[in-house]
């Protein structure tokens, strides 16, 4: 469903994506979730969940655990249960 990057997920043309997540290395351990964008035509479909999914099992394939400087996320990881394994 996303085209994956280094330190990010998006949808739609890479310059100018639909939805987007963007992460950064905080360590050898750790990313930073730092940015989540849903186009207004795409929101309330549960978009930002389904890219924030993405980051969350990207990093439990990896080994890493997650931080967030990105409301959105940061709120999920304090209220969603499904996070807290890879929750820093």
């Not at 950064?24 to 964008?37: A, C, E, K, M």
């Not at 035509?41 to 990093?59: I, N, P, T, Y």
Request: glycine letters at 8%; a neutral charge.
């Amino acid at each position: 469903m996303f085209t994956r990057e280094d330190g990010r997920f998006y949808l739609g043309d890479p310059d100018n994506p639909q939805a987007e997540i963007t992460f950064v290395p905080v360590g050898q351990d750790r990313w930073s979730i730092n940015h989540t964008y849903v186009q207004g035509s795409l929101r309330g479909q549960g978009m930002a969940e389904k890219l924030l999914d993405a980051v969350a099992d990207l990093a439990r394939r990896e080994g890493k655990k997650l931080a967030a400087t990105c409301s959105y996320a940061r709120k999920q990881f304090d209220t969603n249960e499904k996070y807290r394994d890879v929750v820093a």
